[in-house]
């Protein structure tokens, strides 16, 4: 187990709808990465944010936003859900600096917009 | 921008005999290349990594990897491979100046007792 916590693990929603996905890093972890993974496919880089700032962005609409906390959780929020929007949602966290390049997976919180 | 291709969708071994999963890769800059595993309904487990030095790198699980700077290549290797093994394999790149990892569309292990 690699200490990233996703909430919920599974989710169903209507399209129009908005949903907020959580994320509890591993402790001693700094930045916290989102990725879409959609059926049969590699996970696509949403976006990465670092000391409660966003630190990139992927191929995504502005619909898609999030947030970062204190003490390092995050939360993705989605508006305006749409059919493709149905896919496993994946947070990592990695530390920042130090040397250290590697990112550690949560579970995955599956949505399935209806 | 930078890129991973698997051109293999699936791989299939016998328990027992070598295991290999292809990767290539493409960025700017320095490759810092990944190894993940998924096995059904969990996030990605992380396998092996190459960032500086020897080529060869071994990881979790008896796993390793082979750099090639020449051929812009990254194969995952096991000697001898266990039905456990069975699972999703992904390969990933991230280029020394950025932030974000892009991976590959995934390769389906299957190993057969």
């Known amino acids: 187990e690699t200490g990233v916590t996703q909430s919920p693990t599974h989710l169903i929603k209507t399209r129009g709808q908005q949903v907020t996905l959580r994320c509890s890093s591993q402790?001693?972890?700094?930045?916290v990465s989102w990725y879409q993974q959609a059926l049969g496919q590699g996970p696509q880089f949403i976006f990465q944010y670092y000391r409660e700032e966003e630190n990139g962005r992927g191929n995504f609409p502005p619909r898609f936003s999030g947030l970062q906390f204190p003490n390092y959780s995050s939360e993705l929020n989605v508006n305006a859900l749409e059919l493709d929007d149905s896919a496993l949602y994946l947070c990592?966290?990695?530390?920042?600096?130090?040397?250290?390049?590697?990112?550690?997976f949560g579970a995955g919180t599956r949505l399935s917009v209806l | 921008a930078q890129s991973v291709a698997q051109p293999e969708d699936q791989v299939n071994v016998a328990e027992g005999n070598p295991l290999t999963v292809k990767c290539t890769y493409s960025?700017?800059?320095?490759?810092?290349l990944f190894w993940y595993v998924q096995y059904p309904n969990r996030g990605l487990q992380f396998l092996l990594k190459y960032i500086t030095g020897d080529n060869l790198v071994k990881g979790s699980y008896g796993f390793e990897a082979e750099f090639n700077k020449s051929q812009t290549s990254f194969h995952l290797k096991k000697p001898s491979a266990l039905v456990s093994d069975s699972a999703l394999y992904f390969c990933?790149?991230?280029?020394?100046?950025?932030?974000?990892?892009?991976f590959g569309a995934g390769t389906t292990v299957t190993v057969r007792a």
């Open positions: 990592a966290s990695s530390q920042m600096g130090l040397g250290e390049y590697i990112q550690y």
């Open positions: 990933a790149v991230r280029d020394s100046n950025d932030y974000k990892l892009s």
């Open positions: 960025v700017s800059g320095n490759p810092y």
């Open positions: 402790s001693g972890h700094n930045t």
